[in-house]
């Protein structure tokens, strides 16, 4: 296939490219900065373009077969150090929105004018939309929350939405924590374990619902070439687990110990409103995906992590 994807340079980006590119499918990815990866991305078509409009490439669609639109500026920060010290300010807020809303607008400009539209678009989203959950399993059929980050994903969802009346087939993937070695939160996570001071955070009791990099990629494609999947998916691992639950198995990998609690207040002082991608979770769980066929290689956290680290 002939495929067209923003957000390609991205954590979830990179590695899926590299599977499309396997696969034998031709992956041209929409950037702001085709320069600064040209050297790093070898066999794909980088192509300039401003995050906002059709502008200048809206030519591509009429040949593009699938569209996979993972843009969106990064919610926790851009590496440990920005996780650590870039806080919710109204500035930032307003970019992570707007960098999600622009881009699928102009996806859908651009399909809309083309005389020859894409068979499927593949949407990003997070099981953020699902708001901060108690202990009970969150399918895909869950109402929205009411919380900024389930705010931000029903307006990122919706971008796109208007796609389906052009005959395109939509697939709306939500997202989990995704583990990989090459960055994202999960070195966040590690490092209390790694100084020896890992632990519970806060109440230890909110869902994590992690997916590794490898079901991830795999599950996209999985989404891309059925032609029968649409509407939204949870991309999260069967088994959510606990943040309790999370501290003890990294804890175990790591050879560490895990019973050192880092207190709700301090991670408020520390990250502001941002701390509620620690202090908050969900249990979603993949219903959907595993109904459709797909088989996950890591259903264990440990054997996951493991491969990791």
């Not at 971008?159 to 090459?182: D, K, M, W």
């Not at 459709?292 to 992590?305: H, N, R």
Request: glycine fraction near 12%; hydrophobic fraction near 40%.
């Amino acid at each position: 296939m002939n495929i067209l994807m923003t957000g390609g340079t991205g954590l979830i980006g990179r590695a899926l490219t590299k599977a499309l590119l396997a696969n034998g499918h031709q992956v041209t990815i929409l950037t702001r900065n085709p320069q600064k990866h040209q050297n790093s991305m070898p066999g794909v078509k980088l192509v300039q373009w401003n995050g906002r409009t059709p502008e200048g490439w809206s030519h591509l669609i009429e040949t593009a077969d699938a569209v996979i639109n993972l843009a969106g500026a990064s919610i926790a920060g851009e590496g440990l150090g920005g996780i650590l010290t870039q806080r919710w300010s109204n500035a930032v807020k307003q970019r992570i929105r707007q960098s999600r809303t622009d881009a699928g607008q102009a996806l859908v400009q651009a399909i809309a004018a083309a005389a020859n539209k894409p068979g499927v678009l593949i949407q990003a989203s997070a099981v953020g939309y699902y708001g901060p959950r108690g202990g009970e399993d969150i399918p895909e059929n869950t109402p929205p929350g009411s919380d900024y980050l389930a705010q931000v994903c029903v307006e990122w969802e919706n971008s796109t939405q208007a796609v389906e009346a052009l005959g395109v087939r939509r697939v709306v993937i939500r997202t989990g924590l995704v583990l990989t070695e090459e960055g994202g939160i999960l070195p966040m996570m590690l490092l209390p374990f790694r100084l020896f001071v890992g632990g519970p955070i806060g109440s230890g009791r909110q869902g994590i619902p992690w997916i590794h990099i490898r079901d991830e990629v795999n599950a996209i494609l999985f989404l891309l070439e059925n032609e029968a999947a649409q509407g939204a998916y949870n991309l999260s691992a069967p088994h959510p687990v606990t943040s309790k639950q999370f501290g003890k198995v990294a804890g175990k990998v790591l050879g560490r110990p895990s019973f050192f609690p880092t207190p709700a207040f301090a991670l408020k002082l520390a990250l502001g409103e941002k701390a509620t991608l620690v202090l908050d979770g969900q249990r979603a769980v993949p219903n959907r995906l595993v109904e459709t066929g797909f088989t996950f290689a890591f259903t264990d956290l440990e054997k996951a992590l493991h491969t990791l680290i």
